[in-house]
């Protein structure tokens, strides 16, 4: 089956997302991918998100073809709940391959046929949208405080975890169907943001095979990070718990 031809859906969490949602559906849709779907999960969003992606699947959908499907959750319990309702979505509806994917527009949609290509060529399980080799980039608008946390973030998981990816808290990827099923992803323990670290550790520990692939990471189009201290608290006890539970 040609790259073009294979069923792949983008599974992308929206909360509060009304002002970019329609951008993003365009563009994600807009790709020369013949089998891509896109599935929004949205958590009840108050300013009407989960109206427009109706809509916009509405609009999507005509002619016959099933490009664009809305998951509604009646309750916000964290990222890593959502991406694990849609995710599975996707799996029991024959997606061979699953990308996790920001609303605000942080990450370059132009990249999804460039990580599915890693994919084929290289057997990967797992294809990770890389601030951190060579070639990734973020933002220029981001601040240097942010920045550095972005880093420490990302090095504090991976020495305690000892893994080589080097952008274990990458939230743009691509997985296979055959690996998120072997991993189970009703097995994970993360809500939030450290949903990223655990599912990437498991899939890696379980013997699949991860690949890097630069990226530049954008600031959000319109609208405010979700990220809270609850979100970073559980970031930094998570990796600590994966390790715990290798022993």
Known sequence: ??????????????YNEAANL???AEAVLGLPLDGLRLKVVDDSSPDGTGRIAEELAARYNSGGRRRMSVLHRTEKDGLGRA???GMSAALAEGAAYVVQMD??????VEAVPRMLEAALASGAGLVVGSRYVEGGSLDERWGAHRVLLSRFANRYAR?????????????????SAATLRDVD??????AGYSFQVELKYKAVR???TAVEIPIRFAERTEGASKMTLRTQLESAVVPLRLRLKRQ
């Not at 089956?1 to 929206?14: K, R, W």
């Not at 020495?159 to 997985?175: C, K, M, P, R, S």
């Not at 992803?185 to 993360?190: E, F, H, M, R, T």
Request: hydrophobic fraction near 40%; proline fraction near 8%.
């Open 103 to 108: 609303a605000d527009g942080s990450h370059p």
């Open 1 to 14: 089956m040609a790259q073009g031809e294979l069923p792949v859906t983008v599974v992308m969490p929206t």
């Open 83 to 85: 991406y694990t309702a």
């Open 185 to 190: 992803l009703s097995s994970l323990d993360s």
């Open 159 to 175: 020495a305690v975890l000892g893994t080589e990816i080097q952008d274990i808290t990458a939230g743009f990827n691509l997985w």
């Open 22 to 24: 329609p951008g993003m």
């Open 206 to 208: 379980a013997g699949h």
